[in-house]
């Protein structure tokens, strides 16, 4: 079976929440979808590795802090240079996601690097494939409000619990980039 793995740093919860909003939508086409997260120290069990290896895509996500991704997604990242060193996930799948306290905050930094590091290790890179809402009667709970096109972006008020966020908006638009990501995955793979 063609097999997606979105594997992901949450640091309070609203990305974790996102992950699984990708997940859900990753599930409605014929395709395995594995949920990894990388811990508050930056590992992931060690089999994770050969599950990425055996994967048709991978989806990277983690929060935006500072202008880009935080330590433990790095470290996970830096781990990341044996299956390169071999080429383990050349001509895979792979996009990526992100979330913030603000609504901009930087998060595209966050993108970025999700993108060299896919195309650091030869992967083959999907976006939203979403329509920004950039109408005057746009609202919060819009399609793609944040207009992520490269990836996908969720905004989380920092003071806002994750049962409170990302918005609905936000979690739709997560449902809709699994599903294009896993669509992707299997019309390469199946």
Not at 56 to 84: L, V
Not at 85 to 100: C, E, H, L, M, P
Not at 126 to 140: E, I, N, Y
Not at 168 to 190: I, N, Q, S, W, Y
């Amino acid at each position: 079976m063609v097999t997606l793995s979105i594997v992901y740093f949450s640091g309070y919860g609203h990305t974790k929440k996102q992950a699984e909003a990708v997940q859900t939508g990753a599930l409605q086409a014929d395709i395995k979808v594995n949920l990894i997260a990388i811990d508050k120290d930056g590992n992931v069990a060690d089999d994770v590795w050969e599950t990425l290896a055996n994967s048709q895509g991978i989806i990277f996500g983690s929060p935006t802090y500072m202008g880009g991704p935080p330590w433990q997604f790095k470290k996970f990242a830096d781990n990341s240079s044996k299956p390169w060193s071999s080429q383990a996930w050349r001509d895979k799948i792979s996009a990526g996601f992100t979330n913030s306290g603000n609504m901009n905050g930087d998060k595209f930094n966050t993108i970025s690097y999700f993108n060299v590091l896919a195309m650091q290790h030869g992967m083959i890179w999907v976006g939203t494939g979403l329509k920004g809402a950039g109408m005057k009667s746009s609202t919060r709970d819009d399609i793609n409000w944040l207009a992520g096109y490269g990836g996908l972006l969720a905004q989380s008020p920092t003071d806002a619990s994750p049962e409170e966020a990302p918005y609905k908006g936000d979690l739709e638009t997560a449902k809709l980039f699994g599903k294009r990501v896993a669509d992707c995955t299997l019309k390469m793979f199946k």
